[in-house]
């Protein structure tokens, strides 16, 4: 099997594409991907296939082209930007005589360097294995001939086997460690909402700011670089509101063009924030001239995660790169629906606070409650909530409370304390002026 030096190593980029030539910005983005990962690029070739080889995605006269310019470079790796079959993978690396890797590896790789955390750790090694669990026999070719036929079998099929058996027992080890991480992920979010604390996830294109903006609205110290992939490891911090309510900042993986099935099925755990969470700010690079290709992607990684239906604001960054004031654009309703701001600088922070304020301010229910006279402790919990208005005695020892609280607040009351729906009179319900919170 090929080694990887440390030194980092001279690659070529195939720029391979089942949709035809790549444009300019998915070579840009890809040529920045290798540059992250470590790679020094020495060379590329395009070649657009409509229809892939099955045994090389590239036709021979391309291969024999690429294989030219290989001895030509000195070059150690060629990545290619297409997904390639483990076949091909193989096929190629014997044409051209050194490591080859698709697209979807030069990501793994890129998250095995920037993962810090302890679940990033786990959540990337299980990517990595389930991605490596279908090219095991690369690593075995100098043994092929023991491998079929009558008194032919012997150390490959073996070592082979062994190898398979060896990363599936990983793999299920990785399995349970991240489904106790999710257990408690799962049990941290419930916690959060018997709180009744709001949570915002902050989902975007890698390298559109996220850590930035995170780090301006938390006061947090996430790590920060001007590169693909910068950051992770999943952080969760605490955000004052200008109305005085708090809610909890997630900040997500970013996401990229073609994300490979094994990171989306790894994260799971971490991605599920985007899920569940009440609102999602999506980050856009004002700046990027592809912005409205990169926030199709995004929202389309959105819909794999089941996250699409989360109400949403756009938050507009880098627009210091622009020269533009900050600014917030509101739908027919009124409410907030894009933000432009700059994190870096903090010019229209202060909007975005606004803005989630507004959009987290939930339906209203006013109405009466009648509570028996055993039950003292729903009532107390009532006057914490600060939902009760007035208060009137019964004859029977009970009370008549009239009350005003978020409708989700009360539907949570009542299931947590076991009432009675019938319990409670609602008289109207309303959202406060200023507010709309769409699904």
Same mark, same amino acid.
């Given at each position: ?222 790590? @920060?670089?001007? /590169? %693909?992939? &910068?950051?992770?490891? #999943?952080? *969760? +911090?605490?955000?004052?509101?200008? =109305?005085?309510? !708090? ?53 389309? @990684?959105?819909? /794999? %995660?089941? &996250?699409?239906?989360? #109400?949403? *604001? +756009?938050?507009?960054?880098?627009? =210091?790169?622009? !020269? ?57 919990? %009532? ?57």
């Amino acid at each position: 099997m090929f080694e990887r030096p440390k030194s980092g190593e001279r690659a070529i980029l195939l720029h391979a594409s089942r949709r035809g030539a790549p444009d300019l910005a998915e070579r840009e983005e890809f040529a920045e991907l290798a540059r992250s990962a470590g790679a020094s690029l020495v060379g590329a070739l395009v070649s657009p296939r409509k229809k892939p080889d099955p045994r090389l995605f590239i036709g021979k006269g391309k291969a024999a082209e690429l294989a030219r310019l290989v001895a030509a470079t000195n070059a150690e790796l060629v990545i290619c930007g297409a997904p390639l079959s483990p076949s091909q993978e193989r096929n190629l690396e014997r044409e051209l005589k050194c490591r080859v890797l698709d697209r979807g590896g030069l990501i793994l790789d890129i998250f095995a360097q920037r993962a810090r955390s302890f679940e990033g750790k786990l959540q990337v090694e299980l990517a990595q294995l389930e991605h490596l669990s279908t090219r095991l026999v690369r690593g075995w070719t100098h043994l092929e001939r023991q491998k079929g036929g009558i008194g032919l079998r012997g150390p490959g099929e073996t070592q082979l086997e062994t190898d398979r058996r060896l990363l599936a027992d990983r793999i299920r080890q990785l399995n349970m460690r991240l489904e106790q991480v999710d257990n408690r992920r799962s049990m941290n979010r419930r916690n959060r909402v018997n709180a009744e604390i709001p949570t915002v996830a902050l989902v975007g294109y890698t390298n559109a700011g996220k850590s930035t903006l995170f780090n301006a609205l938390t006061d947090a110290d996430v790590y @920060v670089q001007d /590169q %693909l992939f &910068a950051t992770l490891d #999943p952080t *969760v +911090r605490r955000v004052d509101l200008p =109305d005085g309510a !708090s809610v909890i900042l997630a900040d997500t993986v970013g996401f990229v063009r073609d994300l490979p099935h094994e990171l989306v099925a790894a994260f799971r755990s971490t991605l599920q924030e985007a899920r569940e969470a009440d609102l999602i700010l999506h980050l856009i690079d004002a700046s990027d001239p592809q912005r409205w290709q990169r926030v199709r992607q995004v929202n389309a @990684v959105l819909k /794999q %995660l089941g &996250a699409d239906q989360v #109400p949403q *604001v +756009r938050v507009y960054n880098k627009i =210091d790169k622009l !020269s533009r004031k900050p600014r917030v654009n509101t739908n027919r309703a009124g409410a907030g629906r894009a933000v432009w701001l700059s994190a870096i600088s903090g010019a229209g922070i202060p909007l975005l606070k606004e803005t989630i304020a507004n959009r987290l301010r939930r339906e209203m229910v006013h109405g009466m409650m009648r509570l028996r006279p055993d039950q003292g402790r729903q009532r107390a919990r %009532l006057f914490e909530l600060s939902a009760v208005e007035q208060e009137t005695g019964l004859e029977d020892g009970g009370w008549l409370l009239e009350l005003t609280m978020p409708e989700r607040d009360l539907q949570r009351f009542l299931k947590r304390e076991s009432l009675a729906a019938e319990q409670f009179e609602p008289a109207r319900r309303f959202r406060p002026q200023g507010s709309v919170l769409q699904r």
